[in-house]
């Protein structure tokens, strides 16, 4: 199993801490590979000219800087020393789908996400990122679920 790769999905909160805490925990027994991917949901940031779509503008530089600094460089400073191999990296669009294409794009082994604890009933109606990566991936995916203790 040296060879693999879990991807996790970083979400600057708890539910991305433990899905990288888990997916170390079990790279450091199966000798897996890492990659953190923080996905930058567009949805309030869509261009509305082709001016806006040629230069980046201020807010999208910022995201890209938050999801470096604030999310993703935590997180690898916090496993420095897990003798895991880890990288990461952030993608535009809709977490699952920049999940997804990650995954298939790296041919990854497993992807691992943090479950935010709602109800099934909560998150039929409204929607959950872990729930839609479940069923788009062609590969197992490991839903870490909040700590009860």
Not at 19 to 27: K, S, Y
Request: net charge negative; aromatic share 6%.
């Amino acid at each position: 199993m040296a060879n693999q790769l879990y991807i996790v999905g970083c979400d600057g909160g708890e539910w991305g801490e433990r899905a990288a805490t888990c997916a170390v925990n079990f790279a450091k027994t199966s000798g897996a590979k890492i990659k953190f991917v923080h996905a930058i949901d567009y949805t309030g940031m869509r261009p509305i000219s082709i001016e806006e779509i040629i230069n980046t503008p201020p807010e999208r530089e910022a995201e890209e800087r938050r999801a470096k600094e604030e999310v993703l460089a935590p997180l690898l400073d916090k496993y420095a020393d897990s003798d895991v191999e880890i990288d990461s990296g952030f993608a535009w669009g809709n977490p699952a789908e920049v999940l997804h294409d990650e995954a298939e794009r790296l041919d990854a082994n497993v992807i691992f996400v943090g479950r935010h604890g709602r109800s099934s009933f909560a998150d039929m109606l409204l929607g959950s990122a872990a729930n839609k990566i479940a069923h788009m991936a062609n590969i197992p995916v490991v839903l870490v679920p909040e700590d009860k203790h």
